[in-house]
């Protein structure tokens, strides 16, 4: 949020702190389908830009590493237009979500994509969109800011790394700010499972998200 920094997280989570700087410039090809993706290994600790199929230049915004109940280690990497790295004040939105998936031989493959889940912000909304990623445990939380009628709306959507190696919505919430009156007090949502049943990660979506938050 531009002069706004509130954050009232609603879930237990603990914050890691993510080195997102440039260091090579490296391009690896990545062929990619909606649902489960290639098997081609990037291994994105050692490169920031990564290329796709339309050959767009993407760079690593940030990334978190999650571990699974039966010890499975994943990696979490929210990936931005190569443009906007250098842009100030740049807005986070329309980004692309990669999970990775460790193999036997600590090389990670590409498991899941989401290309859907951050609010695109249009040119009249003055929030920063995208804020970070952070876990615990088997659990991953991404943090957006987008504008709802006129106000900024904090929104923390919670995933979880199922023991049969599925992904799925756990928590949604959202707090509300007035972009007029940020003192006034106006309640926000928080939604479970039980209020939404079992949602794949790959098939949350902006619009499924703004439903939510209207019921």
Do not use: W
Not at 57 to 79: A, G, H, R, W
Not at 99 to 119: C, D, G, P, R, T
């Amino acid at each position: 949020m531009r002069n706004i920094l509130i954050y009232k997280c609603s879930f237990l989570i603990i914050l890691f702190i993510i080195n997102t700087g440039c260091k090579e410039d490296k391009k690896i090809k990545f062929s990619g389908s909606t649902n489960k993706i290639s098997q081609k290994v990037i291994n994105v600790q050692k490169t920031d830009i990564i290329t796709f199929n339309d050959d767009t230049n993407y760079y690593k915004l940030d990334s978190v590493n999650v571990m699974s109940n039966n010890k499975l280690n994943y990696k979490v990497i929210i990936l931005e237009d190569k443009a906007k790295q250098h842009q100030d004040n740049a807005q986070h939105d329309s980004l692309l979500i990669v999970i990775q998936k460790q193999e036997s031989n600590n090389s990670y493959i590409n498991y899941l994509k989401n290309e859907k889940l951050i609010f695109n912000l249009g040119g009249n909304c003055p929030a920063d969109g995208f804020q970070q990623i952070i876990s615990k445990n088997n659990y991953f939380t991404i943090e957006q800011v987008y504008c709802k009628d006129f106000m900024f709306t904090q929104s923390y959507t919670t995933f979880k790394i199922n023991d049969d190696e599925t992904v799925t919505l756990h928590r949604y919430g959202e707090d509300y700010t007035d972009r007029s009156n940020p003192d006034k007090n106006i309640k926000g949502i928080s939604l479970a499972t039980k209020d939404f049943g079992e949602i794949k990660f790959e098939n949350v979506n902006i619009e499924f998200l703004r439903k939510l938050s209207n019921k």
